[in-house]
C-alpha cells in the first residue's frame, strides 16, 4: 500500500514509494527488525487486515524515539 506523506520530513513518500508491507523479520523473537529502508512493515499474517483498515483513508503515524535527537 503507498503512501503519501503530509509533513515536511516526508513529503516525498509517495514519489519515493514508500509502501506498508508484510515482511516476515517484523517478529518480537528477532534481535534486529528493520530492512524496509523506511517503510513501515507488519508481520505478514496481519498485513490484510492492516490494509484493509488504511486503505479508505487514514492518518498513519511512524515513529521512534531514538529520531528525536534528528528533530531538534
Not at 490484510?48 to 524515539?65: D, F, K, N, S, T
Request: proline share 6%; charged share 20%; with cysteine.
Amino acid at each position: 500500500m503507498r503512501l503519501h506523506g503530509l509533513s515536511p520530513t516526508n513529503r516525498n513518500a509517495y514519489q519515493r514509494a514508500i509502501v506498508v508491507h508484510g515482511a516476515i523479520y517484523v517478529d518480537p523473537d528477532w534481535d534486529k527488525m528493520g530492512r524496509s529502508l523506511g517503510c513501515p512493515s507488519v508481520a505478514d499474517e496481519f498485513i490484510e487486515q492492516v490494509v484493509a483498515r488504511l486503505e479508505e483513508g487514514a492518518i498513519l503515524y511512524h515513529y521512534h524515539p531514538s529520531l528525536e535527537k534528528n528533530l531538534i
